[in-house]
Each structure stands twice: as C-alpha cells, then as structure tokens.
C-alpha cells in the first residue's frame, strides 16, 4: 500500500537493550523525520533526513541513532533502552526542497514501553 | 529558537457549539503555520494551512487566519460535531522543514 508506514506497532522492552523502529514510504518523499509525543509536551522532534545519507539532530537526540541508507526508508534505533523512552514514536515525510514548507505525513506510530 | 503555545486544555463542549483554540508563535524567520488532528490511536493529519501573512487555511467547517501582526493562528469552528473530538496541533514550519509543536489541546464534544 502506499504511503507512510511504521513498525512495529507496539513494543515492549527493558531497560538497556537495544531496539529499533522502522519507517518505510513509497512516495520518494526526500525529507524524513521522527518525533516523540509525550503528554504535555506536544511532538518533539529526534532526527531528521533531507536525503540518503544526510540525517542531522534535531531538539532531543540524545539516546537516539539513525540512518538512511535508501530514500525510503528512515530506521530510529535506541542503542541502550531507558525508562525515560518510554513514548510514542512518530516517522513522518515530505517533499520538496529546502523552503518549501510542504505539508509533512505522519505514520500511524510506535507505541514503546520501557520496562 | 521557534516555539508554539496553544490553548491547554483539555476543552469540553456540546455538539453545535462555536469552537476557538488558541495558538500563537515565536519565529526568527517567516514561517508556515499549520493545524494537524490527531484522532485516537491515530497518527497526526494536516487539518490545514497557511502559507503567509492573511492567508485564510480551511477545511471540513474549521478556519484559521495567519495573523502576522499578533503572531497567531486560531483555529475556529462555528458548529463543532461529536466526530471532531481529537487533539489538535498547533504547529510551525522553518526552513528546514522542521516542524515545532504545541502541546496539543485534547477536545471533546458531547451529544
């Protein structure tokens, strides 16, 4: 199907292990994000690609990894699980160029838990 | 740097009612503004958009005016329905197509 899709879904984990969520879309959009949403502070945003191969930080990074390797897809990975990743995590995309401002999509999320 | 406040909620009212949330921004440069719902155990859709200063972003009933001068953009409906309970984000775009968010104002409307 087309569009933006993430998973998994839902995921369980505990402390110090390492996971990964995956982005994946179809429409060849060139920019990529991922956000975490938490209760009272709205979506935040981790890191971001405006290509394959560049990926730069964005307001809360730290804990996190990413890469992108192919346009479509956009994998978040945390390296050593902490209690305080416990979140629900957005991949979303865009197109066009730098200043273009388009309209970003969202995938449904990531629901994880750290234990 | 960029940052959106919005109403806190959460906002209740009866199906019918006139809604306004209020959202307004800091910004260093010129953005977009943007409405995004998020409906439950969904992710977030563009609700709507403006581009520049008086532009009007519409759809589905709800309204919002790129206010440059009062650096806001209230989102307003005049007769909100049972199916327009969601959250809704307030939210700017820079030039790196980066979004900043507000916190969300989760709305509820009874029958």
């Known amino acids: 199907d087309a569009g933006i899709t993430q998973s998994p879904r839902y995921k369980i984990t505990e402390t110090g292990r390492q996971v990964t969520l995956m982005c994946h879309q179809t429409?060849?959009?060139?920019?990529m994000f991922w956000y975490r949403q938490d209760l009272g502070h709205g979506l935040r945003l981790i890191y971001y690609?405006?290509?394959?191969?560049?990926?730069d930080k964005g307001e809360v990074p730290d804990g996190y990894v990413v890469s992108r390797s192919k346009t479509e897809n956009f994998p978040l990975t945390l390296e050593s699980a902490t209690r305080s990743q416990t979140s629900v995590y957005f991949c979303?995309?865009?197109?066009?160029?730098?200043?273009?401002?388009?309209?970003?999509?969202f995938g449904p999320g990531t629901r994880l838990l750290v234990l | 740097g960029d940052s959106v406040t919005q109403m806190e909620g959460p906002v209740t009212l009866s199906e019918e009612a006139f809604l306004t949330i209020n959202c307004t921004y800091t910004?260093?440069?010129?953005?977009?503004l943007f409405w995004y719902v998020q409906y439950p155990g969904e992710g977030l859709q563009l609700l709507l958009k403006?581009?520049?200063?008086?532009d009007k972003g519409s759809n589905k009933g709800f309204e919002a005016t790129y206010r440059k001068e009062t650096t806001s953009f209230h989102l307003e409906k005049g007769s909100v329905q049972v199916s327009d309970s969601a959250v809704y984000f307030c939210?700017?775009?820079?030039?790196?197509?980066?979004?900043?968010f507000g916190q969300g104002t989760r709305l509820t409307i009874n029958p």
């Open positions: 979303a995309s865009t197109d066009g160029s730098r200043g273009s401002r388009k309209t970003q999509y």
């Open positions: 690609s405006a290509a394959a191969d560049i990926t």
């Open positions: 910004a260093t440069g010129y953005p977009s």
């Open positions: 429409w060849s959009h060139s920019y």
């Open positions: 939210a700017l775009s820079d030039l790196a197509q980066k979004l900043v």
């Open positions: 403006a581009t520049k200063a008086d």
